[in-house]
T-cell receptor, first 115, second 114 residues
């Protein structure tokens, strides 16, 4: 595997389910991000981790719970979601949050549908 | 604080025509600037980046962008559009120095007509 991978690619869940999204980067990066992309809305930054430490929580509801066990893996645990949470969830990584351009590399996303 | 404005949520061109996607930014310090492309049901892919080395930046797939400080712009161009260029394009800015997260524009959908 190369780059940033995300699993599953598609997920349908009921409002009472618990599921997790997984992201893995094979680039040796130290920063990882979760974004939410809804139709007709700008890209929304949700969480940022740098060297496994959370540095940003962009006022995300507690029904979304991130986990970063190491610099290569990032999870998003989901529980009691609402239909408006249906969206494409994108994971990204960058070298870190320090100097330099630190361009981001994105995974293909998980298309989440909440029924 | 930084911000990005992409003028036009949709741009429509004919195959073979010039592509011009506009991006204006604001940043309190010299910025790094990026263009990303997103094809349907995929993640964002870096097209090119500006890092102050040269004002005209060449990217993948024949795209290029020019940094104009006086106009605070970083417009994306391609001389001749292909059908395969149809996608969503995002401009992003990240201030140089410090632990900053990039800010993305709202995106411009490029439509290419045969």
């Amino acid at each position: 595997e190369t780059g940033v991978t995300q699993t599953p690619r598609h997920l349908v869940m009921g409002m009472t389910n618990k599921k997790s999204l997984k992201c893995e980067q094979h680039l040796g990066h130290n920063a990882m991000y979760w974004y939410k992309q809804s139709a007709k809305k700008p890209l929304e930054l949700m969480f940022v981790y740098n060297f496994k430490e959370q540095t940003e929580n962009n006022s995300v509801p507690s029904r979304f719970s991130p986990e970063c066990p190491n610099s290569s893996h990032l999870f998003l645990h989901l529980h009691t979601l609402q239909p408006e949470d249906s969206a494409l969830y994108l994971c990204a990584s960058s070298q870190d949050l320090a100097g330099g351009p630190n361009e981001q590399y994105f995974g293909p996303g998980t298309r989440l549908t909440v029924t | 604080a930084q911000s990005v404005t992409q003028l036009g949520s949709h741009v429509s061109v004919s195959e073979g025509a010039l592509v011009l996607l506009r991006c204006n930014y604001s940043s309190s310090v010299p910025p790094y600037l990026f263009w990303y492309v997103q094809y349907p049901n995929q993640g964002l892919q870096l097209l090119l980046k500006y890092t102050s080395a040269a004002t005209l930046v060449k990217g993948i797939n024949g795209f290029e962008a020019e940094f104009k400080k006086s106009e605070t712009s970083f417009h994306l161009t391609k001389p001749s559009a292909h059908m395969s260029d149809a996608a969503e394009y995002f401009c992003a800015v990240r201030p140089s120095g410090g632990s900053y997260i990039p800010t993305f524009g709202r995106g411009t959908s490029l439509i290419v007509h045969p």
